[in-house]
């Protein structure tokens, strides 16, 4: 098992920056992958970014592209989302999950083997 906790969410005015950080903890990971996801009150979980952790490549939701940056310590076990230019779009409950064994698809939540609790983004206009 994979134990994720978020951290980092808050009420931020527009235009704004936060940082989330989420650890993992609990079985040794290899091949996987770590991302955030989000959703809105009324939608779907919807993919932001992820990143393999050998190698560090990183993919974005084109939403948040040039404004988020995913990042990754192996030696903590954590990965954070860095968060430049919030809209109030972007408010939500941000998600951390793993994909364990990562294949180099990423967008649907269903890929994902563990998730953490969820942290909430409110951007205010």
């Known amino acids: 098992q994979v134990q994720l906790v978020e951290s980092g969410g808050g009420l931020v005015q527009a235009g704004g920056s936060l940082r989330l950080s989420c650890v993992a903890s609990?079985?040794?990971?290899?091949?996987?992958?770590m991302g955030w996801f989000r959703q809105a009150p009324g939608k779907e979980r919807e993919f932001v970014a992820v990143?393999?952790?050998?190698?560090?490549?990183?993919y974005y939701a084109d939403s948040v592209k040039g404004r988020f940056t995913i990042s990754r310590d192996n030696a903590k076990n954590r990965v954070y989302l860095q968060m430049n230019g919030l809209k109030p779009e972007d408010t939500a409950v941000y998600y951390c999950?793993?994909?364990?064994?990562?294949?180099?698809?990423?967008?649907?939540?269903?890929?994902?083997?563990?998730w953490g609790q969820g942290t909430q983004v409110t951007v205010s206009s």
């Open positions: 999950a793993v994909d364990e064994y990562f294949s180099g698809t990423y967008y649907s939540p269903s890929l994902y083997d563990y």
């Open positions: 990143i393999r952790w050998s190698g560090g490549s990183t």
């Open positions: 609990g079985r040794t990971l290899s091949r996987h992958a």
